[in-house]
């Protein structure tokens, strides 16, 4: 075993608050820090932080065969611009940063790495602590997804090499919202390298990939998320009429290929669409406030916990949503579709699982976007997939019957699944049902579901 109590990037305690009063130990073997890269003549610097799976305790004897069987969750979180960090504390990581003056940091029963390990990744460039070490970020700036899943790609290599205990490792490539292009386009780098690889040590050992509430196509997604505010009531016909009148001028530019304007175009819809409805949550059309962020910020920004996670101190984290350099420099992959890119996996069950799931009350990339992609746009290899996906009824996962969990299609190597009364972040709304999500979508164990037996009309 390569990993040792003398790692560089070995974690063993990490601090208990923001108020830095204390530290606790962590139960599992982690390890942060960074996986460096040579990228167009610079060194870049992805920022990692990974968690054994729960199965292992770190002082007890281990098993190296069941640690490599053991699946590895790479998380990634959205924005553009969104640490993955925030997905480790909102969301499905072994702490919680409880809300208050004091930032507590609480464990959470429902992470998923009871029985994967996880490691969340901050991506791209100018992301969380993410760099080119030593020079002026604002150089590597990501412009599409080829070059980020590049830069993804070779870190993470460099990650395996400084752990090989995890290289035979199941990997899957998880994420949530803009990660609904993340996700496809790493995971497609990963085969394509896969595949030119000619030594078997160096392949990844890639098995699924896993989308939550995914951004993918701006076309259809922005009039969904103007048809859900007002069929939900928040918009009167008069607002939906002028909506839609901005939309077809997104439209119009989009066409144009004048990404920048159909991006402010897109933006201006979505504040005046929330604004209208009493400034909703557009990631949660029933809340009018948003997900706190400042106790992941002030946890982030603390010397204490640089020091632990072998990040400078003088290092900012970088936290935006669409917004900022990151987001900027990745104007023209926003609006582009990302769907063609699924079609690459859908329906071959010979490559990789898929998982698509979604939050009912997410208006932004919730269930209608995700549906009518699968739906409606020809994404399938096979004409026939396409109608078997069509004709195939959804069933409810319910366990009891009376206990509704979820709305499932699974056919071939696609899984997708409604998760009702959640928003776009479903582990933080649902993190009960989202492990046990992940968790039989990962082992292949079956969901039960039922047809409910209709009345004849």
């Given at each position: 075993?390569?990993?040792?109590?003398?790692?560089?990037?070995?974690?063993?305690?990490?601090?208990?608050?923001?108020?830095?009063?204390?530290?606790i130990?962590?139960?599992v073997?982690?390890?942060?820090?960074?996986?460096?890269?040579?990228?167009?003549?610079?060194?870049?610097?992805?920022?990692?932080?990974?968690?054994?799976?729960?199965?292992f305790?770190?002082?007890?004897?281990?098993?190296?065969?069941?640690?490599?069987?053991?699946?590895?969750l790479?998380?990634?979180?959205?924005?553009?611009?969104?640490?993955?960090?925030?997905?480790?504390?909102?969301?499905n990581?072994?702490?919680?940063?409880?809300?208050?003056?004091?930032?507590?940091?609480?464990?959470?029963?429902?992470?998923?790495?009871?029985?994967?390990?996880?490691?969340?990744?901050?991506?791209?460039?100018?992301?969380?602590?993410?760099?080119?070490?030593?020079?002026?970020?604002q150089?590597?700036?990501?412009?599409n997804?080829?070059?980020?899943?590049?830069?993804?790609?070779?870190?993470?290599?460099?990650?395996?090499?400084?752990?090989?205990?995890?290289?035979?490792?199941?990997?899957?490539?998880?994420?949530e919202?803009?990660?609904?292009?993340?996700?496809?386009?790493?995971?497609?780098?990963?085969?394509?390298?896969?595949?030119?690889?000619?030594?078997?040590?160096?392949?990844?050992?890639?098995?699924?990939?896993?989308?939550?509430?995914?951004?993918?196509?701006?076309?259809?997604?922005?009039?969904?998320?103007?048809?859900?505010?007002?069929?939900?009531?928040y918009?009167?016909?008069?607002?939906?009429?002028?909506?839609?009148?901005?939309?077809?001028?997104?439209?119009?530019?989009?066409?144009?290929?004048?990404?920048?304007?159909?991006?402010?175009?897109?933006?201006?819809?979505?504040?005046?669409?929330?604004?209208?409805?009493?400034?909703?949550?557009?990631?949660?059309?029933?809340?009018?406030?948003?997900?706190?962020?400042k106790?992941?910020?002030?946890?982030?920004?603390?010397?204490?916990?640089?020091?632990k996670?072998?990040?400078?101190?003088?290092?900012?984290?970088?936290?935006?949503?669409?917004?900022?350099?990151?987001?900027?420099?990745?104007?023209?992959?926003?609006?582009?579709?990302?769907?063609?890119?699924?079609?690459?996996?859908?329906?071959?069950?010979?490559?990789?699982?898929?998982?698509?799931?979604?939050?009912?009350?997410?208006t932004?990339?919730?269930?209608?976007?995700?549906?009518?992609?699968?739906?409606e746009?020809?994404?399938?290899n096979?004409?026939?997939?396409?109608?078997?996906?069509?004709?195939?009824?959804?069933k409810?996962?319910?366990?009891?019957?009376?206990?509704?969990?979820?709305?499932?299609?699974?056919?071939?190597?696609?899984?997708?699944?409604?998760?009702?009364?959640?928003?776009?972040?479903?582990?933080?709304?649902?993190?009960?049902?989202?492990?046990?999500?992940?968790?039989?979508?990962?082992?292949?164990e079956?969901?039960?579901a039922?047809m409910?037996?209709?009345?004849?009309?």
């Open positions: 075993m390569n990993s040792t109590a003398s790692a560089e990037d070995l974690i063993e305690t990490i601090p208990a608050d923001i108020q830095n009063s204390g530290t130990a962590l139960n073997l982690s390890y942060a820090g960074y996986a460096d890269a040579q990228y167009n003549s610079k060194e870049i610097q992805l920022f990692y932080w990974f968690f054994e799976s729960q199965k305790h770190p002082t007890q004897s281990r098993n190296d065969e069941e640690i490599g069987k053991t699946p590895l790479v998380w990634l979180n959205g924005g553009p611009g969104a640490p993955s960090t925030l997905g480790l504390f909102l969301e990581g072994p702490y919680r940063i409880q809300d208050g003056a004091g930032g507590k940091l609480l464990e959470n029963p429902y992470s998923w790495n009871k029985d994967a390990h996880i490691i969340y990744w901050d991506q791209p460039i100018g992301t969380g602590y993410s760099r080119v070490k030593e020079e002026d970020t150089t590597t700036f990501a412009k997804e080829d070059e980020l899943s590049e830069m993804f790609y070779l870190t993470f290599q460099d990650f395996l090499s400084k752990h090989p205990e995890y290289r035979s490792c199941p990997v899957y490539v998880a994420g919202s803009y990660g609904g292009k993340y996700v496809p386009n790493i995971a497609l780098k990963i085969h394509t390298k896969n595949r030119a690889e000619t030594d078997e040590t160096k392949k990844i050992n890639l098995k699924g990939i896993s989308v939550g509430d995914g951004w993918i196509d701006a076309r259809l997604q922005m009039k969904v998320y103007i048809d859900y505010a007002y069929t939900m009531g918009l009167d016909t008069n607002q939906q009429l002028q909506m839609m009148s901005d939309y077809e001028n997104f439209c119009a530019a989009l066409d144009n290929k004048n990404y920048e304007d159909a991006y402010n175009i897109s933006n201006n819809i979505v504040n005046n669409v929330s604004a209208l409805g009493g400034n909703f949550n557009v990631y949660n059309i029933r809340r009018f406030s948003e997900i706190s962020m106790q992941v910020q002030a946890y982030m920004e603390m010397p204490a916990v640089k020091e996670l072998h990040v400078p101190e003088a290092q900012k984290w970088n936290c935006a949503d669409n917004k900022g350099p990151v987001a900027d420099n990745l104007i023209e992959d926003n609006m582009e579709d990302s769907a063609p890119v699924y079609s690459e996996f859908i329906g071959n069950e010979n490559l990789y699982k898929i998982l698509m799931y979604t939050g009912t009350f997410d932004a990339c919730g269930s209608l976007s995700t549906e009518l992609i699968l739906y746009l020809n994404k399938w096979n004409p026939a997939d396409n109608e078997a996906w069509k004709n195939l009824p959804r409810i996962w319910a366990q009891p019957s009376d206990k509704v969990k979820g709305f499932i299609k699974q056919y071939k190597n696609l899984t997708q699944i409604e998760l009702p009364n959640s928003g776009h972040q479903v582990p933080y709304y649902k993190p009960e049902i989202s492990l046990e999500m992940i968790g039989k979508w990962m082992q292949d079956p969901f039960p039922y409910p037996e209709l009345k004849k009309t």
